[in-house]
């Protein structure tokens, strides 16, 4: 059941009204309900229940220090794919031990931060990196422990721009040279080759080609062993979709029925094999743990008629909120509090200074000026890819737990957007 829904005639995150929110801590602001967050995370731990698994929230997705702080008492990890990340996860009081490191970018700087807070994993994705690694670690009289983030060639059958498993992606290891690089690993002082990894895509609605991309990992898994590389960990990366609710949109498969499927195969897989040794499956999910968690709180300014089309034109614009013009993305509208009345056809716009903000369109609205809108769904990937564009301070987010709500992001103000400038002398 969602932790957005109405009562009373109003929008509420659990037991607290959306109209309360916005007259305490204004518009636009993140509101997180910490009920939903707590219930998506424990759906991927009881599916791991007495597993040797680890869920590595990818926190790309939301990496607020409040969702790090809950999740990380839930039992989390955490997958990085910065520095950056990585303080934040030291910040929240997460454990670097439980903490793996993802990207294709990796700086000898971040490699260095990594291996003095001693975390659980590099994911490499490159030959250059593993070299750099190599290095770095050799200089600090330290082993690296690795695993390679290998591109199964498997089409995840979403949009191009968040696939990633394909051989024109820039991601990974191609499969065909895999075992090749491997043995390079190996061979390599300074490096522990612990592990596999894959990600293929975000926004999977089915299993499907999570399971083609996990048999792919189990056959490269069973050659390495032949050749006397033996790995301790397979990770399936993330990517499980979410219900966006989009009408006729294909419902996600649900996470415990997905991980039911893998953990069959894996347990099969390894039954099979001389010994049967277990093995440690990790999993990287962003998305599926904090989209249906958020909401964006907007307020009406203006309505604007045109000649072709009506605006509703709202204090969040694509700085706040960028999935639908960049990925052409559907996020569901809500009034917060409904009006009877004829509903008009409405591109909901922000006031940035480009026709590429909007944040929905063609929605059937009674609205006025001045009403309250929630965009659903909106917290993965919303305040992380929020910018600054037009000089405008990002949202605040506010977290409500029950009938309480706290501030876990102050609104930025402009003077802080300059704070870091200066004038020529
Ligand atoms: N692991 C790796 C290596 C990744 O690159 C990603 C996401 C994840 C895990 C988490 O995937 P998820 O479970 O969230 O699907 N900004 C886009 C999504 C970009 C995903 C990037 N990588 C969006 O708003 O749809």
Same mark, same amino acid.
């Given at each position: 059941m969602s932790h957005f829904q109405y009562q009373n005639g109003a929008l509420h995150a659990e037991r607290v009204s959306l109209s309360a929110i916005a007259a305490q801590f204004g518009s636009p602001t993140y509101v997180y309900s910490k009920a939903a967050l707590l219930e998506n995370f424990g759906a991927y731990a009881d599916a791991c229940q007495g597993r040797d698994a680890l869920v590595c929230y990818a926190m790309k997705a939301n990496s607020n220090l409040a969702i790090l702080d809950l999740l990380a008492r839930a039992g989390a990890g955490f997958d990085i794919v910065s520095g950056g990340e990585l303080l934040r996860v030291i910040a929240a009081g997460g454990d670097p031990g439980k903490t793996i490191f993802s990207g294709v970018g990796k700086t000898v700087e971040e490699m260095r931060l990594a291996l003095e807070k001693n975390i659980l994993c590099f994911n490499v994705e490159s030959i250059p990196e593993l070299h750099r690694l190599n290095e770095v670690a050799g200089s600090m009289g330290r082993r690296a422990p690795v695993s390679l983030r290998v591109n199964p060639n498997v089409d995840a059958k979403t949009h191009p721009y968040i696939?990633? $498993?394909?051989?024109?992606?820039?991601? $990974?290891?191609?499969f065909d040279d895999a075992l090749q690089t491997y043995r390079s690993a190996a061979a390599?002082?300074?490096?522990?080759?612990v592990g596999i990894d894959c990600h293929i895509g975000s926004q999977l609605l089915d299993d499907a080609p999570l399971l083609e991309a996990l048999d792919k990992l189990i056959e490269l898994i069973d050659t390495l062993a032949d050749e006397g590389i033996h790995l301790h960990h397979l990770d399936i990366g993330g990517g499980l979709g979410v219900n966006y609710g989009a009408e006729g949109d294909q419902p996600p498969v649900p996470v415990g029925d997905y991980l039911g499927r893998l953990f069959a195969r894996i347990d099969a897989w390894r039954a099979g094999r001389h010994g049967g040794q277990p093995i440690k499956v990790i999993f990287e999910p962003g998305r599926s743990i904090v989209a249906d968690t958020g909401v964006l709180l907007t307020r009406i300014e203006f309505l604007k008629p045109g000649v072709e089309k009506n605006f509703a034109i709202v204090d969040a614009a694509m700085n706040d909120l960028m999935r639908p013009t960049l990925y052409q993305a559907w996020m569901g509208v809500q009034p917060v509090v409904p009006r009877e009345g004829d509903k008009l056809t409405y591109d909901v716009v922000g006031p940035v200074c480009e026709s590429g903000d909007w944040l929905a369109r063609e929605r059937d609205l009674a609205v006025a000026p001045g009403d309250l809108l929630a965009i659903m769904t909106a917290g993965a990937y919303g305040m992380t890819m929020a910018s600054n564009y037009n000089t405008r301070g990002r949202a605040a987010e506010v977290m409500v737990d029950g009938d309480r709500v706290q501030l876990i992001r102050q609104r930025e103000h402009p003077a802080d957007l300059f704070a870091l400038e200066s004038m020529l002398e």
């Open positions: 696939a990633t $498993g394909l051989k024109a992606n820039k991601f $990974g290891v191609a390599l002082p300074h490096l522990d080759v």
